[in-house]
């Protein structure tokens, strides 16, 4: 059974970094897109970042030049690399794996349980 895990959220002020991980159970990154979705109390959840099985990625408007998403195959692990934090940024992010257009759409075959970031001074 595939399982996905994600670590690295917290309590970080404005201006802050983060870097979530996520990490797969076993080699299910090689050929399916990996993508960050996050959803804030209230909120429809929201596409963040999405990496294809090829390297390629796209980040939301909203996170640009902000946000970084990167994986490592050999370590079957993908990364969220979060700078300037803002508090609107706070929500619970969710790592997901499976075909480019599903998790695109939020479809996904594969998702971990979620990690908390709060961005709060």
């Known amino acids: 059974q595939v399982q996905l895990v994600e670590s690295g959220g917290g309590l970080v002020q404005p201006g802050g970094s983060l870097r979530l991980s996520c990490a797969a159970s076993?080699?299910?990154?090689?050929?399916?897109?990996v993508g960050w979705h996050r959803q804030a109390p209230g909120k429809q959840r929201e596409l963040v970042a999405v990496?294809?099985?090829?390297?390629?990625?796209n980040v939301a408007d909203s996170v640009k030049g902000r946000f970084t998403i990167s994986r490592d195959n050999a370590k079957n692990t993908v990364y969220l690399q979060m700078n300037s934090l803002k508090p609107e940024d706070t929500a619970v992010y969710y790592c997901?794996?499976?075909?480019?257009?599903?998790?695109?759409?939020?479809?996904?075959?594969?998702w971990g349980q979620g990690t908390q970031v709060t961005v709060s001074s």
């Open positions: 990496i294809t099985s090829g390297g390629s990625t």
């Open positions: 076993g080699s299910i990154f090689k050929n399916n897109a």
């Open positions: 997901n794996a499976g075909l480019f257009f599903a998790v695109v759409a939020g479809k996904a075959a594969y």
